[in-house]
């Protein structure tokens, strides 16, 4: 597992499912009944340059399909980040806003996909904390997850065997600690997220998020 120091970027830390548990919601996520079930395992720490499992669509997404049935999800392993020439650190958090950059037109229309987690980690822009680690001050970390939701899903774009975490505009419950915020996808709306009008789902403030500090 790989750990740098991403503290300038937005949502570089999540608690997500391990392989197995991550078939298993794709089996319940492409069945006649809602996904449900308990995801009581350890969980996999993912940092960009990590290597983790996600969801993609056996379908191209600017195609879309009417209806998720067995067989239109599977698992991958990516690696979270995009790697550049310009930068030595991984682009591991793509706006929506930006679909329509040469970087990610390619990746937003063709090639979505789904990162399962349990929660996610967000610094606050000026509130500090002592580190345990280290005795420095340093921004202090907020959890992030969905009351009642074992799992939380997060939209992605893909690129090979590499994969960036979609942001969009913050809501009220994320907006005192960050701008910006994961594009969290319902359950029911997954197939509106990897279908060609998935720009409708940039507006994410109807999304009830829970947060507590890192202690």
């Known amino acids: 597992m790989v750990r740098a120091d991403y503290s300038g970027g937005m949502c570089a830390h999540y ?3 391990t392989m197995a548990e991550v078939g298993r919601l794709v ?12 995801f009581a395992g350890v969980g996999v720490e993912a940092y960009p340059k990590s290597v ?11 195609v879309g399909v009417p209806e998720l049935v067995n067989g239109s999800l599977r698992t991958a392993e990516a690696q979270w980040g995009f ?9 591991f958090n793509t706006r929506i806003e930006s679909a329509d950059k040469p970087m990610w037109r390619a990746p937003m ?3 979505r ?11 606050h822009g000026s509130e500090t904390a002592v580190s345990e680690r280290t005795g420095r001050q340093i921004k202090q ?31 009220a419950d994320m907006k005192p600690i960050h701008p910006r915020m994961p594009l969290i996808v319902r359950q029911g709306e997954l197939d509106l997220w990897l279908g ?20």
Not at 84 to 91: C, E, H, I, L, N
Not at 144 to 170: C, K, N, W, Y
């Open 52 to 62: 983790v499992p996600i969801i993609v669509p056996a379908f191209d997404t600017a």
């Open 27 to 38: 089996d319940e996520l492409t069945a006649a009944e809602p996904a449900a079930g308990e």
């Open 109 to 111: 229309e063709h090639d």
């Open 113 to 123: 996909c789904v990162i399962a987690c349990r929660w996610f980690y967000e610094s």
């Open 141 to 171: 970390q907020y959890v992030f997850r969905m009351p009642d939701e074992p799992v939380m899903l997060i939209g992605g774009v893909r690129r090979g065997s590499q994969f960036s975490m979609v942001t969009t505009q913050a809501n």
């Open 196 to 215: 060609p009008d998935y720009r409708a789902l940039a507006d994410r403030s109807d999304i009830p998020l829970e947060s507590k500090p890192v202690r």
């Open 15 to 17: 608690l997500g499912l």
């Open 83 to 91: 790697e550049q020439q310009w930068t030595p650190q991984p682009v």
